[in-house]
T-cell receptor
Framework: AQSVAQPEDQVNVAEGNPLTVKCTYS??????LFWYVQYPNRGLQFLLK??????LVKGSYGFEAEFNKSQTSFHLKKPSALVSDSALYFC??????????????FGTGTKLQVIP | DAGVIQSPRHEVTEMGQEVTLRCKPI?????LFWYRQTMMRGLELLIY????????DSGMPEDRFSAKMPNASFSTLKIQPSEPRDSAVYFC????????????FGPGTRLTVT
């Protein structure tokens, strides 16, 4: 069975500092990896994805993530955090199941708090 | 594009009543997902449709829950009878293509069962 782990329930970072939100995964076969952000009382918004190719993926709002196959990780990063980045971040993995169905699994979410 | 549309945005009902949540996916998207989000259980996939056909309903909690997608532009999630433990935010999401596509979420329906 596939799974996604976000080991930190909350990450605190000072405004202007770099931020990292961690994600590790477990799948059979090649994974498709995603990051989503959720602001209060809103639905999830897509940030970026890794499908194939360059391990460093750039996405919306200056975020990027690095796919590391050997460590089965897909950590989300940003060089300089903004207060407006404070939100709940979800990592997700999609992998091929039997019959061509690609099941998606979301992590439990990490709350990012950027301190002014 | 208006994005994924969900109605109602808020629903308060009494235990035992029937609840119907509605979703209009983004035009052209052929996959539709229903999720439930609670503090205790996080984000749970309830059911996944592809080309209007249910592909994975393994997340549907029990027979009280049912979902339909009569056409490409409309889906419903019904709870009958509702129970207090069904209180949650229910999200609908849509996506296109079979390989590695991202999902676009609606604003959610906040359901409170008293």
């Amino acid at each position: 069975a596939q799974s996604v782990a976000q080991p930190e329930d909350q990450v605190n970072v000072a405004e202007g500092n770099p931020l990292t939100v961690k994600c590790t995964y477990s799948v059979s076969g090649n994974p498709y990896l995603f990051w989503y952000v959720q602001y209060p009382n809103r639905g999830l918004q897509f940030l970026l994805k890794y499908i194939t190719g360059d391990n460093l993926v750039k996405g919306s709002y200056g975020f990027e993530a690095e796919f590391n196959k050997s460590q089965t990780s897909f950590h989300l990063k940003k060089p300089s955090a903004l207060v407006s980045d404070s939100a709940l971040y979800f990592c997700a993995v999609r992998a091929l199941q039997g019959g061509g169905y690609q099941k998606v699994t979301f992590g439990t979410g990490t709350k990012l708090q950027v301190i002014p | 594009d208006a994005g994924v549309i969900q109605s109602p945005r808020h629903e308060v009902t009494e235990m035992g009543q029937e609840v119907t949540l509605r979703c209009k996916p983004i035009s052209g998207h052929n996959s539709l997902f229903w999720y439930r989000q609670t503090m205790m259980r996080g984000l749970e996939l309830l059911i996944y449709f592809n080309n209007n056909v249910p592909i994975d309903d393994s997340g549907m909690p029990e027979d009280r829950f049912s979902a339909k997608m009569p056409n490409a532009s409309f889906s419903t999630l019904k709870i009958q009878p509702s129970e207090p433990r069904d209180s949650a935010v229910y999200f609908c999401a849509s996506g296109e293509g079979p390989q590695g596509y991202e999902q676009y979420f609606g604003p959610g329906t906040r359901l409170t069962v008293t």
